[in-house]
């Protein structure tokens, strides 16, 4: 059974600063990995797409990161804003045909 | 163009009513998911569709859950004989298709359960 894993499940930083999530899975037979963000009592917003072919995907200040073979990715956001202030979730795509999604990692950037 | 929508946004319920939950998927996606999001358990996959055609009903939590979708596109999560422990949010989301496409989410029906 695929199990998700995000750390830090919370980070408080500056504005400004540069961030790295970490997502771990123990099934790396994926066909996609996903990004989402979600913003409080809202529903989910998807940030980036990585096929399992793929190494990164970029998009604006956000970049991420798939490492099948050892199962894990990152998601980096550069020069980080109080806009950026969400909860951050990660998600696998396999056999199944579902999203296996990890517990969040809930950021919040201070001005 | 419109994303995935669903309804109502707010749903208040005495234990023992049944309730029905809608999605409208995005225009052209044959793909369909409902997932529930509760304090306790994070986010959990339900059911998927791929046309009208539900294969594989195992995560859904009872068999006081049921979904169909008709005509490939609107679907339905319905619960009967509801319970406290149904309180959640219940999203839904679509894709272009199974697997390698990625999927968008509606902003979820939240349900309590009095």
């Known amino acids: 059974k695929q199990e998700v894993t995000q750390i830090p499940a919370a980070l408080s930083v500056p504005e400004g600063e540069n961030l790295v999530l970490n997502c771990s899975f123990t099934?790396?037979?994926?066909?996609?990995l996903q990004w989402f963000r979600q913003d409080p009592g809202k529903g989910l917003t998807s940030l980036l797409l990585?096929?399992?072919?793929?190494r990164e995907q970029t998009s604006g200040r956000l970049n991420a990161s798939l490492d099948k073979s050892s199962g894990r990715s990152t998601l980096y956001i550069a020069a980080s804003q109080p806009g950026d202030s969400a909860t951050y979730l990660c998600a696998v795509f396999n056999a199944g045909n579902m999203l296996t999604f990890g517990g969040g990692t809930r950021l919040m950037v201070k001005p | 163009g419109a994303g995935v929508s669903q309804s109502p946004s707010n749903k208040v319920t005495e234990k023992g009513k049944d309730v029905e939950l809608r999605c409208d998927p995005i225009s052209g996606h044959t793909a369909l998911y409902w997932y529930r999001q509760s304090l306790g358990q994070g986010l959990e996959f339900l059911i998927y569709?791929?046309?009208?055609?539900?294969?594989?009903k195992s995560g859904l939590p009872s068999d006081r859950f049921s979904a169909e979708r008709t005509g490939g596109s609107v679907s339905t999560l319905t619960i009967q004989r509801t319970q406290q422990e149904d309180s959640a949010v219940y999203l839904c989301?679509?894709?272009?298709?199974?697997?390698?496409?990625?999927?968008?989410f509606g902003p979820g029906t939240r349900l309590t359960v009095t």
């Open positions: 099934d790396s037979a994926i066909y996609n």
């Open positions: 569709f791929q046309g009208n055609s539900a294969p594989d």
């Open positions: 990585i096929q399992s072919s793929q």
């Open positions: 989301a679509s894709s272009f298709s199974l697997k390698s496409y990625e999927q968008y």
